[in-house]
């Protein structure tokens, strides 16, 4: 009786001892790792691109995961845009949030005529500081 105790506690401390960031996907993973400015950027064009509905905190919720994955999921709807983005690996995964960032899916993420305005300049310009 006593053994069958200590083995039923012996594997509940098991399980509970396990490290928390364990069920952490490998995205989030890249996500807390990045720089601050990088999530906001990446938050911003998310929303921009009407993939993320959500505050632009540069913090991890459903929605900023919902959101990388429907981004993704655009850029590989668009077979010319020549990017595949890996999102079960750290270097897919940083790949991905560089070139998002740095505006190279551009024309993959956003609408055709919605990259521009009637001037015929990018309109979001202005929120990432690029000319």
């Not at 006593?2 to 098991?14: N, T």
């Not at 906001?40 to 993320?52: G, W």
Request: positive net charge; charged residues 30%; glycine residues 8%.
């Amino acid at each position: 009786m006593h053994r069958r105790r200590f083995l039923i506690c012996a594997s509940f401390a098991l399980v509970s001892a396990a490290p928390a960031h364990a069920a952490i996907s490998p995205l989030e993973r890249i996500w807390h790792e990045s720089p601050r400015v990088l999530r906001h950027t990446l938050k911003r064009k998310l929303t921009l691109s009407e993939l993320y509905f959500g505050e632009i905190d540069g913090l991890w919720t459903r929605a900023t995961d919902r959101g990388l994955r429907r981004a993704a999921d655009r850029i590989l709807l668009k077979q010319d845009s020549g990017f595949r983005p890996d999102l079960r690996r750290a270097a897919g995964i940083r790949s991905f949030f560089d070139a998002l960032a740095n505006g190279d899916l551009d024309r993959a993420l956003f609408p055709g005529e919605a990259l521009k305005n009637r001037d015929g300049a990018r309109w979001y310009e202005g929120h990432f500081g690029r000319s």
